[in-house]
């Protein structure tokens, strides 16, 4: 996917992988802000008050664990690949799809046990705008990614596999700082909890 927005397939044309670049984040935007709002709106429809907090507060402590190596969590995936018919559209057409397609992230395989904290701690909320913007939150994250990825490494081996290589370094780290992140989040549900909110 990172390959149909890198310069390299546009022929080093710079106007032609931003607009590949522009019209995925595009998508990412519009399909997790949908994917927010459902759930947002599911929440509202199922929210019980303060249950929903000591809900909240397991997951994300559940997550943080689970990110750090230390509990196991189960992670249904889809296996669904993009059609290959995406392939002959314009560079601009298939990025957009990716971003529409992939943006919402449960037709991929999902790396992290956050994500999961994302998608049922939205629900959860209880409310559509603040889950539409917690999903955008997310598709930014993913777009800077690929961002990245486009705009392509600084060192002198451009490749896409060598930088993927390079960012898997940061793994570890990453996951380390995920952890802490829900272990706060699950505090700060639970101060709800405790405050009656």
Known sequence: MVG???????????????????????????STAATGAALGLGGRIAADGRGRYAVLALLAAWGGLAELGLVPMPRP???????????????WQTSFLY??????????????PAFYVLLLGVALLGSIPTAAALFVVY??????????????????????????VRA?????????AIGLVLALCAGIFLALLRSGA
């Open 168 to 176: 898997s370094r940061w793994q570890p780290a990453a996951r380390v």
């Open 77 to 91: 995936q889809s296996r669904w690949q993009v059609p290959g018919r995406w392939r002959r559209l314009t560079p």
């Open 4 to 30: 149909t927005i890198n310069p390299v397939v546009h022929g080093g044309r710079r106007r032609h992988y931003l607009t590949a670049l522009a019209t995925h984040g595009l998508g990412l935007v519009l």
């Open 99 to 112: 971003g529409l397609g992939l943006g919402p992230g449960v037709t991929v395989r999902i790396a992290t």
């Open 139 to 164: 598709a930014m994250g993913r777009w800077l990614a690929v961002l990245l990825f486009a705009i392509g490494p600084s060192q002198p081996d451009r490749s896409i596999s060598a930088a993927l």
